[in-house]
């Protein structure tokens, strides 16, 4: 298997349950999603919109653990934990390769690629979505620190922007 050339691990609140990667100068395409990236993510968990990553997760009140792993190469992905599903790749450019993992009105996160600037196979694993749905009413109790959901974004890079 390839090498895990960087992780890390965060918990964000998923603000409209939304959380998004995108690279840090992305902010110019703010709002352009053409194909209705962030439709499809509702119904398949994650979306691409070409230069930005949509994930929907199950709930919006408590943090979701969300890890960031990027391979050397395509590791050619299996679920990892029980329970956990797998995303189908999706292509995504990270134009500076400084990407920003964040969730609409609330905290950012960033990070620098490794692998620098370029095209990129995303595919997320997810796990603990049902269960957050069966107690998203209850969420944010005291008992709730953090959800039972958990997502992995592997990125690996496949090759450089092709500019028209």
Known sequence: ????LDERTFALVPAYRILSLRDADAD????????????QAYTAVVASTGTELHLVCAQAQVPVVVTLRLWQEDPALTAQRDEAELTA???????TGLVVLSSPTAEAVDVRLATGAGTYAAVVEHSGRTLAEQHRSNAGSANDEVSRERYTINLWRTGDIKHD
């Open 28 to 39: 110019a395409d703010a709002g352009y999603d053409p194909g209705n990236a962030l439709g």
């Open 89 to 95: 790749p999706l292509d995504v450019e990270f134009a």
């Open 1 to 4: 298997m390839p090498d895990v």
